[in-house]
Nanobody, 123 residues
């Protein structure tokens, strides 16, 4: 599986962005998918995850109520809709795929990482 993230950019605080992660391969629907981010001088952290069935979704407390993760298996794409953005959301955002589950701790490892997409929120 190869993951290609896109949709990042510069936005003012309070604005919105939608990130996309396009996956290659015919087994996309069998993978749990997730988003992580790494801010300047910070460690990579969990943002959101969605199970292969879409039946289980989880968010970091810091984004709950503002971000929404969805998946389109027909299009082999997972999305992260980000609303009410704050300057502290500034980071490089990475998508991830795993056959078992998306861990809360990125050091636990995932099967595949995508390249990052930069999100910058100005105050």
């Amino acid at each position: 599986v190869q993951l290609q993230a896109s949709g990042g950019g510069l936005v003012q605080a309070g604005g919105s962005l939608r990130l996309s992660c396009a996956a290659s391969g015919r087994t996309f629907s069998r993978y749990d998918m997730g988003w992580f981010r790494q801010g300047p001088g910070k460690e990579r952290e969990f943002v959101a995850a969605i199970s292969w069935s879409g039946g289980s979704i989880s968010y970091a407390d810091s984004v709950k109520g503002r971000f929404t993760i969805t998946r389109d298996d027909a299009g082999n794409t997972v999305y992260l809709q980000m609303n009410s953005l704050k300057p502290e959301d500034t980071a490089v955002y990475y998508c991830a795929a795993d056959r078992r589950f998306i861990p809360r701790t990125p050091r636990a490892g995932v099967d595949y990482w995508g390249q990052g997409t930069q999100v910058t929120v100005s105050s």
